[in-house]
T-cell receptor, first 113, second 115 residues
Framework: EPEVTQTPSHQVTQMGQEVILRCVPI?????FYWYRQILGQKVEFLVS????????KSEIFDDQFSVERPDGSNFTLKIRSTKLEDSAMYFC???????????FGQGTRLTVV | AQSVTQPDIHITVSEGASLELRCNYS??????LFWYVQSPGQGLQLLLK??????LVQGIKGFEAEFKRSQSSFNLRKPSVHWSDAAEYFC?????????????FGDGTTLTVKP
């Protein structure tokens, strides 16, 4: 069964450093999403992406965040200057059509020290 | 805007007992509804989903959920809980249409299973 793949599974970074989280969505999917889950809290929507541009973003997704689809298979989330409060599990998701269900990856746990 | 409420933060049941986890949503029409399960430190696993049609949906691992429009609820049930069901459970809602992949999650319910 096709699945969304995220790498790395766990990343530790120093405060102030840039970090890039990588995702390979399901191959025929056109809509891509990032979510965040701070430890012990609920999953929160960050951003949706379609046709090489952001279609919607939440208040969390400020100027420190950016997304990119650098090639035909990868979808990345960049945090420019990480803060301690960016420590969380980050989930990538993709869907085939706008009205379809999103499929989630296993997540990348980001720890900022 | 859509929202989801999971009234129970923590539920404890005995192994073999039945389970019901509550979920209420706020949305003007019929949304897409999902239940996910998450083990500690792990990703989200989809248990079941409701888009339309039969209001009783069957999922994996013996779970089912019933959509009740009149109560704006989508409660998750299992007739006999196993110790391996201990996990965090999230209800989520999405808006049918152009951005259905954007889900709003509830705060989650932690399930503990007593031997």
């Amino acid at each position: 069964e096709p699945e969304v793949t995220q790498t790395p599974s766990h990343q530790v970074t120093q405060m102030g450093q840039e970090v890039i989280l990588r995702c390979v969505p399901i191959s025929n999917h056109l809509y891509f999403y990032w979510y965040r889950q701070i430890l012990g809290q609920k999953v929160e929507f960050l951003v949706s992406f379609y046709n090489n541009e952001i279609s919607e973003k939440s208040e969390i997704f400020d100027d420190q965040f950016s997304v990119e689809r650098p090639d035909g298979s990868n979808f990345t989330l960049k945090i420019r200057s990480t803060k301690l409060e960016d420590s969380a599990m980050y989930f990538c998701a993709s869907s085939e059509i706008a009205s379809g269900q999103a499929f989630f990856g296993q997540g990348t746990r980001l720890t900022v020290v | 805007a859509q929202s989801v409420t999971q009234p129970d933060i923590h539920i404890t049941v005995s192994e073999g007992a039945s389970l019901e986890l509550r979920c209420n949503y706020s949305y003007g029409a019929t949304p897409y509804l999902f239940w996910y399960v998450q083990s500690p430190g792990q990703g989200l696993q989809l248990l079941l989903k409701y888009f339309s049609g039969d209001t009783l949906v069957q999922g994996i691992k013996g779970f089912e959920a019933e959509f009740k429009r009149s109560q704006s609820s989508f409660n998750l049930r299992k007739p006999s809980v196993h110790w391996s069901d201990a996990a965090e459970y999230f209800c989520a809602v999405a808006t049918p249409g152009t951005n259905a992949g954007k889900s709003t999650f509830g705060d989650g319910t932690t399930l503990t299973v007593k031997p």
